[in-house]
């Protein structure tokens, strides 16, 4: 079994990481997962939170609000719909991202809700985890 993983975390703007990984911590919308060398074939999509990335100097921590994650037995590729590295979000940043989740809510047709709503909660709580 390899010890690394290619892993590469891509965002319309912009590519924000190409790295090797021990190991890749991913908010998946049915559930948290961590991708590891050698994991099982799998496609997942995101949730907002916090995407950790173990590499053998230490761990990167990204913010991402949305997406999809492919696994491999060689490495996983995040395509985010909105990313940034956790160390660059500010307050402002996140409350821009809440009142467009709070906007999105307010008009959310009735089988839309709940979803609408969990967006707003993963938001709240990504504030909380970084300390916002």
Same mark, same amino acid.
Not at 3 to 20: G, H, I
Not at 57 to 83: C, H, K, N, P, Q
Not at 88 to 96: F, G, I, N, P
């Given at each position: #079994?390899a010890d690394? #993983? @290619?892993?590469?975390?891509v &965002?319309?703007e912009r590519r924000?990481a &190409?790295?090797?990984?021990?190991a890749v911590?991913?908010?998946? =919308? $049915?559930?948290? #997962?961590?991708?590891m060398?050698?994991h099982a074939?799998?496609?997942?999509? /995101?949730r907002?939170?916090? /995407?950790t990335?173990?590499?053998g &100097?230490?761990?990167? &921590?990204y913010?991402?609000?949305?997406?999809f994650?492919e696994?491999t037995a060689? !490495?996983?590729t995040v395509l985010?719909? =909105? +990313? #940034? =590295?956790? $160390?660059?979000v500010?307050r402002?940043? /996140?409350?821009?991202?809440?009142?467009? =989740?709070?906007? +999105? @809510? +307010?008009s959310?047709?009735? $089988?839309?809700? $709940?979803?609408?709503?969990?967006?707003?909660?993963d938001?709240?709580a990504? !504030?909380? @985890?970084?300390?916002?």
């Amino acid at each position: #079994m390899a010890d690394t #993983m @290619q892993f590469d975390l891509v &965002s319309p703007e912009r590519r924000l990481a &190409s790295l090797e990984a021990r190991a890749v911590r991913i908010p998946g =919308a $049915d559930g948290d #997962m961590t991708a590891m060398p050698d994991h099982a074939p799998t496609i997942t999509t /995101l949730r907002p939170g916090l /995407l950790t990335v173990e590499t053998g &100097s230490g761990s990167e &921590s990204y913010l991402v609000t949305g997406g999809f994650a492919e696994i491999t037995a060689e !490495g996983t590729t995040v395509l985010a719909e =909105a +990313a #940034m =590295a956790k $160390d660059e979000v500010t307050r402002d940043y /996140l409350e821009s991202l809440l009142a467009e =989740a709070r906007e +999105a @809510q +307010a008009s959310a047709t009735p $089988d839309l809700a $709940d979803a609408a709503a969990k967006v707003v909660a993963d938001l709240v709580a990504v !504030g909380d @985890q970084i300390g916002l």
